[in-house]
């Protein structure tokens, strides 16, 4: 497994273990009072477990395992939550939430079938959040001036993390560049999507790659999207340089979410129609679900982005392979 772990050359932590738990916490404090108040939410408290066949579980790319169990004292079984795409939607109509008005909470998931390297651990923790819109709000203007909420929420958070831990440095653009997958594409043909968008991220800071999930001109996706809750024409992925690792490192994968036009369009492209038959799916048919936009923002990543750190382990407690566990210690990597 080591094999997809990159050890950046003379890499040292900026912080003792100490100050990185302090800072962990300053960060996650700092930061969902800004996005909270940008973008007008409230806090919620959401579920780690889901009835299994409900459907309300997210189904990622449609072929990860879940982790399922039964239960004691109640009939079928349970799933551990991959997401939350789906719930707050439903959590949303429950409320009675009204246009401009959303909610965010601590998610944590498992997903057994993650690949673990520098960026990724089978351990998922984010800000899920979701906002009712109206219907004039499906565009892309709504979404890039949300993107730009988050951005400046992510800005704030580390000119403040910086007067707490000067010896800190990185720097966060406060400007967003927006680009097509598509266009993407057409300018880096020979290219796979991930050195894509290391090129324009890297040239660009901070990137919102939008038009995810379906195929492109090649034929290709730029990356996998459940067919039941983005809207493939207006979502994507929000990206910022990161100096340590070398690399864009994806912080945010957001959308304007489906109606009944987008859901039956995409359910049919992923041979996916028979979702149809959960309550979910039907109410988003028939109308009784609100129009909404939202998406998740990973805490550790963003921690780890902040904090100028080279393993996601650095910022939050999970389990690694063996031989990745040995490579981070002689290389001074200290995994939590």
């Known amino acids: 497994m080591s094999k997809s772990l990159y050890i950046p050359e003379g890499y040292s932590s900026a912080l003792t273990l100490r100050q ?47 982790v399922d169990f039964t239960i004691k004292e109640i009939d079928g079984e349970g799933e551990v939550v991959q997401s939350l795409a789906k719930w707050k939607r439903m959590a949303l109509y429950r409320y009675g939430y009204q246009p401009e008005e959303g909610i965010y909470t601590d998610m944590n998931a498992v997903r057994r079938d993650d690949d673990t390297d520098n960026i990724h651990s089978i351990f ?51 400007e967003p560049f927006f680009i097509t997958s598509q266009e993407l594409e057409d ?11 290391n090129i324009i991220t890297k040239e660009h800071k901070t990137v919102f790659v939008m038009q995810i999930g379906g195929k492109l001109a090649s034929g290709e996706k730029h990356d996998g999207r459940a067919p039941d809750y983005d809207d493939w024409s207006l979502n994507g992925d929000l990206l910022f340089w990161d100096e340590v690792l070398g690399s864009a490192l994806e912080i945010s994968s957001m959308g304007i979410r489906v109606d009944e ?3 039956q369009k995409q359910l049919a492209e992923c ?25 998740g923002i990973g805490q550790s990543r963003l921690c780890m982005l902040l904090l100028e750190k ?6 939050q ?20």
């Open 20 to 66: 990185t738990q302090h800072a962990i916490k300053y960060i996650k404090d700092v930061f969902q009072q800004a996005l909270s108040f940008g973008l007008t939410l409230d806090r919620v408290t959401a579920p780690l477990i889901v009835r299994k066949g409900s459907g309300i579980n997210d189904d990622l790319n449609g072929v990860e395992r879940k």
């Open 124 to 174: 998922v923790d984010q800000w899920d959040w979701e906002k009712v819109i109206t219907r004039e709000e499906r565009n892309i203007d709504t979404l890039k001036e949300t993107v730009r909420n988050i951005v400046k929420a992510v800005y704030n958070t580390n000119r403040k993390l910086h007067l707490r831990y000067p010896q800190l440095t990185a720097a966060i653009c406060p």
């Open 187 to 197: 300018m880096y043909p020979d290219k796979t999507s991930k050195e894509r968008e």
């Open 261 to 263: 036009t987008s859901l």
């Open 271 to 295: 041979d996916a129609l028979d979702r149809n038959k959960y309550d979910y799916h039907k109410m988003i048919t028939n109308g009784t679900l609100p129009l909404t936009i939202g998406g």
């Open 310 to 315: 080279a393993h996601i382990g650095e910022v």
């Open 317 to 336: 407690a999970s389990i690694w392979p063996a031989e990745m566990t040995e490579k981070c210690r002689e290389s001074g990597i200290i995994l939590l």
